[in-house]
């Protein structure tokens, strides 16, 4: 069983257009993340959500918009898509009530996003 | 500012040598450390990680890693590397020990090579 799952794992898509990522995790944890990995592996944060409340969302561009329906799903929406939104993206999921702030982050196996 | 360090981008060891893939750190108060491990179009895996007591920790697959306050290290080790073990490595620190909503925060990550 897939412990977190990202849908799809490749998409190539033209600039302007708008597309979204999902992704869904059956570990029963309440906080879920989308981090982004450029082209040199560095990743950074981009939203998290604990219980489907928006808890972390850095410097991103308004045209990423996360969605949360529930604990379990934490999808990313993104519009007008630019050259440089191509990246890998990863979604991590962990369980924070009760972790005492030390649980570790389980990730999907990314969406690589190509933007031409 | 927060931050980490992976002084080398890439670490090459023969196969049966001891590694040593390195990471410092620059936050505030007493951090939550963490190494995580990412094998090719995979997401991060987590490897071990440092809370408190023995300056020691040992985790998956044979890594261990040394905690040093005064030096804001955490080196990842492993007495005999085997060539299944090139990956990408990424240090990550969590300085809010005191909330569950934190973030981590990744180092650059170190490609580490084991040559057979």
């Known amino acids: 069983d897939t412990a977190v799952s990202q849908t799809p794992k490749y998409l190539v898509t033209q600039m302007g257009n708008d597309k979204s990522i999902k992704c869904e995790q059956n570990?029963?944890?309440?906080?879920m993340y989308w981090y982004k990995q450029d082209s040199k592996k560095f990743l950074k944060i981009m939203f998290s959500?604990?219980?489907?409340?928006?808890?972390i969302n850095e410097t991103v561009p308004n045209r990423f918009s996360p969605k949360s329906p529930d604990k379990a799903h934490l999808n990313l929406h993104i519009n007008s898509l630019e050259l440089g939104d191509s990246a890998v993206y990863f979604c991590?999921?962990?369980?924070?009530?009760?972790?005492?702030?030390?649980?570790?982050?389980?990730f999907g196996n990314g969406t690589r996003l190509t933007v031409t | 500012a927060q931050s980490v360090a992976q002084p080398e981008d890439q670490v090459n060891v023969a196969e049966g040598n001891p590694l040593t893939v390195k990471c410092t750190y620059s936050?505030?108060?007493?951090?939550?450390l963490f190494w995580y491990v990412q094998y090719p179009n995979r997401g991060l895996q987590f490897l071990l990680k440092?809370?408190?007591?023995?300056?020691l920790v040992k985790g998956s697959y044979g890594f261990e890693a040394e905690f040093n306050k005064s030096q804001t290290s955490f080196h990842l080790k492993k007495p005999s590397a085997l060539v299944s073990d090139s990956a990408l490595y990424f240090c990550?620190?969590?300085?809010?020990?005191?909330?569950?909503?934190?973030?981590?925060?990744f180092g650059r990550g170190t490609q580490l090579t084991v040559w057979p």
């Open positions: 440092y809370i408190t007591g023995d300056n």
């Open positions: 936050v505030s108060g007493n951090p939550y």
């Open positions: 570990l029963g944890h309440d906080t």
């Open positions: 990550a620190v969590r300085p809010d020990r005191g909330s569950t909503l934190g973030r981590l925060y």
């Open positions: 959500y604990n219980n489907k409340e928006l808890i």
């Open positions: 991590a999921s962990s369980q924070e009530q009760g972790g005492q702030g030390h649980s570790p982050l389980h």
